[in-house]
Nanobody, 122 residues
Framework: EVQLVESGGGLVQTGGSLRLSCAVSGLTPNNYNIGWFRQAPGKEREGVSCITSSDDSTYYADSVKGRFAISSDNAKTTVYLQMNDLKPEDTAVYYC???????????????WGQGTQVTVSS
C-alpha cells in the first residue's frame, strides 16, 4: 500500500523557520514525483512546491519563492520542505502528495498524506 506521512509542523513566530518531512512508502522512487500543498481555513487548496523524480527539478509558487526550498534524501524516500522567513499567511495544513509532475503543477495528485499543521503567529 502507498503511504505518505507528513511531520515537522508546529507553531512559530513571524520570521521563524520550520522543516517539514514527507516519508513515502509503497511507491517505486523513480516512478513518482512529490509535491507540497497547503490549505488554510476558508480557502482553496494551493500548490506550494514540487520536485521531479528524474532530475530533482523544482517548482515554487510565487508566494513562497525565495523563502521555501524542497529537497529529498538520496533514496528519495523522504522529501523535505524547508520553510524560512515564515509569515502569518503561511498558516495552513500542509500536505505532501505523489503523482505525475504535470498533475502536481495543476494541484492534482494520485496519493495524499494526512497533513501537518503549520501556524505562524504575529
Amino acid at each position: 500500500e502507498v503511504q505518505l506521512v507528513e511531520s515537522g509542523g508546529g507553531l512559530v513566530q513571524t520570521g521563524g523557520s520550520l522543516r517539514l518531512s514527507c516519508a513515502v512508502s509503497g511507491l517505486t522512487p523513480n516512478n513518482y514525483n512529490i509535491g507540497w500543498f497547503r490549505q488554510a481555513p476558508g480557502k482553496e487548496r494551493e500548490g506550494v512546491s514540487c520536485i521531479t523524480s528524474s532530475d530533482d527539478s523544482t517548482y515554487y509558487a510565487d508566494s513562497v519563492k525565495g523563502r521555501f526550498a524542497i529537497s529529498s534524501d538520496n533514496a528519495k524516500t523522504t522529501v523535505y520542505l524547508q520553510m524560512n522567513d515564515l509569515k502569518p499567511e503561511d498558516t495552513a495544513v500542509y500536505y505532501c502528495a505523489a503523482g505525475y509532475y504535470n498533475d502536481l503543477l495543476r494541484n492534482r495528485a494520485n496519493y495524499w498524506g494526512q497533513g501537518t499543521q503549520v501556524t505562524v503567529s504575529s
